[in-house]
């Protein structure tokens, strides 16, 4: 039990540091008039965005099968020189 004494010092530092953060940030914030916030989001949704920030839809992605098919190199379709014997 004595060997946990060395870290009651650093509980005792999180817990103050705990109470003195909520403690701080309870005010900060500055709360707005749901009204007022209301006004401001219509705007900012109405608002025209310039000509190159459109969003656009992800182009169609090609599906694909699993399957990798290699193009034949310098080979002529139908003269069977394409496959090999191994």
Request: aromatic share 4%; hydrophobic share 45%; no cysteine.
């Amino acid at each position: 039990m004595e060997i946990l004494l060395w870290l009651v010092p650093s509980a005792v530092v999180a817990v103050v540091a705990m109470t003195w953060v909520s403690w701080a940030g309870r005010d900060g914030r500055g709360e707005v008039d749901r009204d007022v916030a209301v006004e401001r989001l219509g705007r900012a949704i109405a608002k025209e965005l310039p000509a190159g920030t459109r969003r656009t839809s992800a182009p169609a992605r090609d599906r694909s099968t699993g399957i990798a098919v290699r193009p034949s190199h310098g080979a002529a379709p139908g003269d069977g020189s394409a496959r090999r014997a191994s």
